[in-house]
């Protein structure tokens, strides 16, 4: 098969090659190959000029000629130099061959470096700037292209410097298992430098390199994302590479090869994404047999889970953990709440007009009976207590008791009691009048009198109070309504409070 070069040759070409340099130079002097056995190679190395060689003695040291029509062709490994503190591989060779009474003289130097210096070598070097392309696979790119690619190509000092992202297209990724998850990349580079000589001729270099990274970690994630309401355990396993596959999984040490089967009730979805990855959604519903219930010590349901993953093609093994539970039940699921002897329900709620907020991890009763402490002019406190019992034993597991101050106006407590603290300065004047003061009861005295204002604490059914039930409009077959008692002072300023539903 006979192969094109994708570029025309140039006048002198150079190409880099991991193992090997290459040297081509046109000779319009050389018109037949048949003279190949007449030529002779010296070879210079560090600054020593060896003795000459015929083609086939320099051939078995490695350094190979080809005469073509035309064109001369030398390959060889070179030898390593530093220039301007770059590692450079350098061969020099002077070709001769007598062709009748001409000797033909042909001088070859050539230079490489990873690190592509401007000037590679004394010998070689040129005033003139060299244009420096990239490309990979052996193709250039378009300055726009490479630019839009993220690659980067910048001159410091005396050499050129190339940045190429990890990830660029044309690239080549792949998986590796050493203890975790690992990945590197592999790149290869093509790289050209022109540059044109005093003579107006074109001197070609390329550079071809396959570069690789270092080992990189490559970490997966789990994310819980559960939602209590839906009953079922979902986490999610991302950043998953292309060439890496879910092989099994074990729920709390059970394995379950996949595909699941049709009467599993666990189910897993692969997601793809654009970037290349991929990612599974594991579902396992709570009720689920391998799912694991813990009521004594609250945890509720718990997962552990062990995804075991193979990296392609060669089927290395690693595996992925995260350990899933509960966090919270509904606050009536285990326990019975309280509110002093009463156990807390719907019921209860309704009967006494408290309003409930659960969030599943706390419990708001804005509305609470009370007990009454420290009762003044100043106000009171009210004292409540809530407990959480075993609904099977009663056993209070715990208890939380709030003491908060309040105001007072008119109260009635669980104890049967009406408290009242009323302004009477505009019915009474005079300094201690206050304290004279009764209820419709002469014989019920305030408890604590100011300049202006009385406290009364009494019975409900005492000190001469009324009771009078108040019916709701068209509801008197029903028997709906409250009771509603009153009393006042001697001054005619009326107290009441409803005290309880029908």
């Known amino acids: 098969?006979?192969?094109?070069?994708?570029?025309?040759?140039a006048p002198r070409e150079a190409t880099c090659e991991a193992n090997y340099m290459e040297v081509r130079?046109?000779?319009?002097c050389i018109s037949y190959p048949s003279a190949t056995s007449d030529w002779q190679v010296v070879l210079q190395r560090d600054g020593v000029v060896l003795p000459p060689l015929n083609l086939s003695e320099a051939s078995k040291q490695g350094y190979v000629f080809d005469l073509t029509n035309g064109r001369l062709v030398f390959r060889f490994n070179g030898v390593s130099l530093q220039v301007n503190g770059v590692p450079v591989e350098v061969v020099h060779a002077t070709l001769f061959s007598r062709q009748s009474w001409v000797v033909l003289m042909v001088d070859l130097v050539a230079a490489c470096s990873m690190l592509s210096p401007s000037v590679l070598h004394p010998l070689v070097s040129s005033p003139h700037e060299a244009k420096v392309s990239v490309g990979i696979n052996g193709e250039l790119l378009d300055e726009p292209v490479a630019e839009e690619r993220g690659y980067i190509v910048e001159k410091r000092n005396s050499t050129f410097r190339i940045a190429i992202p990890y990830n660029t297209e044309g690239g080549y990724r792949k998986s590796l298992v050493y203890g975790e998850l690992y990945e590197f990349y592999l790149f290869d580079l093509y790289l050209e430098q022109i540059t044109a000589e005093d003579d107006n001729v074109d001197?070609?270099?390329r550079f071809y390199r396959t570069l690789a990274t270092p080992l990189l970690p490559r970490p997966l994630f789990t994310e819980n994302r559960t939602v209590q309401e839906e009953h079922t355990f979902t986490v999610y396993l991302g950043s998953v590479p292309a060439d890496v596959r879910l092989a099994a999984v074990h729920l709390n040490g059970r394995e379950c090869t996949l595909p699941f089967s049709n009467t599993s009730s666990h189910t897993i979805?692969?997601?793809?994404?654009?970037?290349?990855?991929h990612g599974y959604t594991l579902?396992?519903?709570f009720d689920d047999p391998v799912v694991i219930r813990q009521v004594k010590d609250l945890s509720g349901h718990r997962l552990n889970i062990s995804f075991t993953l193979m990296v392609l093609p060669e089927n290395e093994p690693f595996s992925s953990q995260i350990s899933v539970m509960l966090d919270h039940r509904p606050f009536d699921y285990l326990w019975e709440i309280g509110i002093g002897s009463d156990l807390l329900s719907s019921?209860?709620?309704a009967q006494h007009d408290y309003i409930m907020r659960n969030d599943s991890q706390s419990l708001t009763v804005p509305k609470l009976f009370f007990v009454l402490q420290n009762i003044t002019l100043k106000g009171f406190f009210g004292t409540f207590e809530i407990l959480v019992r075993d609904p099977e034993t009663s056993a209070v597991q715990s208890s939380a008791v709030k003491t908060c101050p309040f105001t007072l106006s008119v109260v009635c407590s669980t104890d049967g009691r009406m408290t009242v603290v009323a302004d009477l300065s505009l019915a009474i004047q005079g300094r201690g009048a206050l304290g004279r003061t009764h209820l419709i009861d002469r014989y019920c005295r305030p408890k604590e009198s100011d300049d202006t204002r009385v406290l009364f604490s009494f019975p409900l059914n005492s000190c001469g109070s009324t009771v009078k039930v108040r019916l709701s409009a068209n509801s008197e077959a029903a028997g709906v309504g409250s009771i509603v008692r009153s009393n006042h002072s001697a001054e005619g300023?009326?107290?009441s409070n409803v005290n309880a539903p029908l």
């Open 269 to 277: 979805t692969e997601v793809v994404h654009p970037n290349n990855t």
């Open 1 to 9: 098969k006979t192969c094109s070069p994708t570029l025309p040759w």
């Open 25 to 28: 130079f046109c000779m319009k």
């Open 347 to 349: 019921e209860l709620a």
């Open 493 to 495: 300023k009326w107290f």
């Open 203 to 205: 001197t070609r270099l």
């Open 283 to 285: 579902e396992v519903p």
